[in-house]
């Protein structure tokens, strides 16, 4: 088995602030993703990675960078928070890509800007 | 135009009740896979079924079943025998092998279900 950690579990920011989301992964997966889910909506991809280095845009991109410095290890960047804005931020893995991997999701960092 | 719909964004059930959760997807690809996850309280997500067109790959519990109408392009989860425990949000995800889509996956809103006793 493995676990996937998020960090922080919540994060209070301010409006036009640069906010970092941390995720590790010791599945030893190939593929990680990050989420957003917004109330009322289903999640939707920010950025994915299939392997070290690699960065592969979702469909909700732009306010948001990412890095994929290790295998084990993803990291999401808000690059200028918008006020008024909460979300539930999801990092997940999978082996691959693929639609035969299943992605494992974490906990969550649950978002609000001030 | 939105590729998963679900329906129902909330809805409440007593212990011991059978529930039918819908889902409808949109695709023109031949080769695509349907997943139902359970997201809980605690921030965990859970895969629940995965459902390829001809299959049921994965199922984690005898009280979770699918009722897939390929030709109607709809899935339903089913749960049997309601408990408090299957309180949370599910959701209901398209992958499809696409050049457009590489390799992710579409969710639905979701559907938050309260169980009560």
């Known amino acids: 088995g493995g676990i996937i950690t998020q960090t922080p579990k919540f994060l209070i920011g301010q409006e036009g602030q640069k906010l970092t989301l941390k995720c590790q992964q010791n599945?030893?997966?190939?593929?990680m993703y990050w989420y957003r889910q917004d109330s009322g909506k289903g999640l939707r991809l920010i950025y994915y990675s299939i392997t070290e280095n690699d960065l592969q845009k979702g469909d909700l991109s732009e306010g948001y960078d990412a890095s994929r410095e290790k295998k084990s290890s993803f990291s999401l960047t808000v690059t200028s928070a918008q006020k008024n804005e909460m979300a539930v931020f999801l990092c997940a893995s999978s082996i691959s890509g693929g639609a035969v991997a299943e992605q494992f999701f974490g906990p969550g960092t649950r978002l609000t800007v001030l | 135009a939105q590729k998963v719909i679900q329906v129902w964004s909330t809805t409440s059930r007593q212990e011991g009740e059978k529930l039918t959760l819908d889902c409808s997807y949109k695709t023109s690809q031949v080769l695509y896979h349907l997943f139902w996850y359970k997201h809980l309280l605690s921030g965990e997500m859970v895969l629940l079924i995965r459902?390829?067109?001809?299959?049921?790959a994965i199922e984690r519990s005898g009280r979770y079943s699918v009722v897939f109408q390929k030709s109607r392009k709809s899935i339903s989860l089913v749960i049997s025998t309601l408990q408090p425990d299957d309180s949370g949000k599910y959701f209901c995800a398209l992958w499809e092998l696409a050049a457009s889509s590489g390799q992710k996956l579409v969710f639905g809103q979701g559907t938050i279900l309260k169980v009560y006793l």
């Open positions: 459902q390829m067109p001809s299959t049921i």
């Open positions: 599945f030893n997966h190939d593929t």
